[in-house]
């Protein structure tokens, strides 16, 4: 299974707003309802802040929105904080019963 | 709150074994699917295994594939992945992680496997 696409790099000024997409195929994120967005910071574990496509878990910022169309996953922040800047991977489930990630985005807040 | 701890970590040589473990507290334990899933030095993250909250299905990446066997004691709260034959390649922080369906709703904080002759 490929992983999924992603930009490797991002950045923006504070208080812009960005969007990371993930370009998948008709046998992951086009066929799922399990695609997830999830933020790590250097040295730290991931964590989730989204998941089924478009959901925040409790706590995670307003700013943070996702959406999917065909094989496009995408991720937006909005009001660019300066403790946004880590690294954005998205996942999703496969048709195969496997999880397959995107290579990762590097946000900076300029 | 969910807490996740992975453990059994460590320094290993090539075509060796290790077992990793991933202690569960927080929630019901016996009612997730887990996953685990790794993340090689400077690298993304990549998918491992999966297990299901009965243990009725089990699914693995084709590069662990007849190498690692998932497993889970639901009375113990506890996850394991069984690692056999390792290889160079497979040197990686090791995190478990809870699911929803097939969604991953947490992460542990990981263990290190380093494979090194």
């Known amino acids: 299974q490929s992983a999924l696409t992603q930009p490797a790099s991002v950045s923006a000024s504070p208080g812009q707003s960005i969007t990371i997409s993930c370009i998948g195929t008709n046998s992951d994120i086009g066929d799922s309802k399990s695609v997830c967005w999830h933020q790590q910071f250097p040295g730290k574990a991931p964590k989730v802040i989204i998941y089924e496509v478009n959901k925040r878990p409790s706590g995670v910022s307003y700013r943070f929105s996702a959406s999917k169309s065909g094989n496009t996953a995408s991720l937006s922040i909005s009001g660019l904080l300066p403790e946004d800047e880590a690294e954005y991977f998205c996942?999703?489930?496969?048709?195969?019963?496997?999880?397959?990630f995107g290579g990762g985005t590097k946000v900076t807040v300029l | 709150q969910v807490q996740l701890v992975e453990s059994g970590g460590g320094v290993v040589q090539p075509e060796r074994s290790l077992r990793l473990s991933c202690a569960a507290s927080g929630f019901s334990f016996s009612n997730y699917a887990m996953h685990w899933v790794r993340q090689a030095p400077g690298k993304g993250l990549e998918w491992v295994a999966f297990i299901s909250y009965d243990r009725s299905k089990e699914y693995y990446a084709d590069s662990v594939k007849g190498r690692f066997t998932i497993s889970r004691d639901n009375s113990q709260k506890t996850l394991y992945l069984q690692m056999n034959s390792l290889r160079l390649e497979d040197t990686a922080v090791y995190y478990c992680?809870?699911?929803?369906?097939?969604?991953?709703?947490?992460w542990g904080q990981g263990t290190q496997v380093s494979v090194s002759s």
């Open positions: 992680a809870k699911a929803s369906g097939f969604d991953i709703q947490n």
């Open positions: 996942s999703s489930s496969t048709t195969s019963n496997s999880l397959v």
